[in-house]
């Protein structure tokens, strides 16, 4: 962040007591510190928690997981009960916390989730916003989820884990 968001002073780095250098606006006499957008994103297995799925979102043509924003006053944990719900409609449970890494090229801290949804069924799948949704057991989800994504990092990194 190089200007102020509320007046768009340009910034300087002040040191701030025990954080070290923090970019300072001399107008409004106010530190600045870092702005982003937060998303979650979910690893969603079925009722017998033996497959995974992935979506392909865009036109795009590439599997990768559930994801989302979180909305001003949600927490994480229900931005993916609802992101679940609007994307495939599906309710999901059992949410346990992956992993988080932020993602520069959209300016996202991106939180990943596993979860257990309540049925297979995706027939309430929000056309609009994926293009296909399909099961895959882990060894499938491993081998055609998008190469060199976050989603990839965050899918193996859970494989890994369990």
Known sequence: MKYCFECGTLLVDKPLKKEGMIPYCSKCEAFRFPIF???VSMIIHNPSKDKILLIKQYGTGNNVLVAGYINKGENAENAVIREAYEEIGLRV???RFNKSE???KTNTLMLNYSCVADTEALDGMNT???DEARW???EEARNSIMPKSLAKRFLLNYLDDI
């Open 128 to 130: 609009e916003e994926v």
């Open 136 to 138: 895959f057991t882990f």
């Open 102 to 104: 932020y993602f520069p």
């Open 37 to 39: 957008s937060s998303a």
């Open 93 to 95: 449970g059992e949410l």
